[in-house]
Nanobody, 125 residues
Framework: QVLLAESGGGLVQAGASLRLSCAASERSLSTYTMGWFRQPPGKEREFVAAIVWSGGATFYADSVKGRFTASRDNSKSTGYLRMNSLKPEDTAVYYC??????????????????WGLGTQVTVSS
């Protein structure tokens, strides 16, 4: 069982930046991929970004590519999502999730085993 806890959400104006954190209870995440998903109001949950813990390979949705950056700190078992140039359409509840050995299916929410409770990000125009 891996417990995940997100933090860092908030209310910001368009163009601002935020950094979300996802602290994991598992000491070693070397076999995991950490995914970031979001659920805008009234919409389905969607893939945002993922980072393969071992090696640090990252993947992004087209809508955030170039603006968002996923990273991790092994010593703290914590993943991060740096979000720059935020837009009103980025408003959503953001979740981190973890999966063992995702392979190429890092973007499929249903395959993730562990989820945080989410943190709200609201971007005003």
């Amino acid at each position: 069982q891996v417990l995940l806890a997100e933090s860092g959400g908030g209310l910001v104006q368009a163009g601002a930046s935020l950094r979300l954190s996802c602290a994991a209870s598992e000491r070693s995440l070397s076999t995991y991929t950490m995914g970031w998903f979001r659920q805008p109001p009234g919409k389905e949950r969607e893939f945002v970004a993922a980072i393969v813990w071992s090696g640090g390979a990252t993947f992004y949705a087209d809508s955030v590519k170039g603006r968002f950056t996923a990273s991790r700190d092994n010593s703290k078992s914590t993943g991060y999502l740096r979000m720059n140039s935020l837009k009103p359409e980025d408003t959503a509840v953001y979740y981190c999730a973890a999966i063992r050995d995702s392979g190429s299916y890092y973007y499929v929410a249903q395959l993730y085993d562990y989820w945080g409770l989410g943190t709200q990000v609201t971007v005003s125009s």
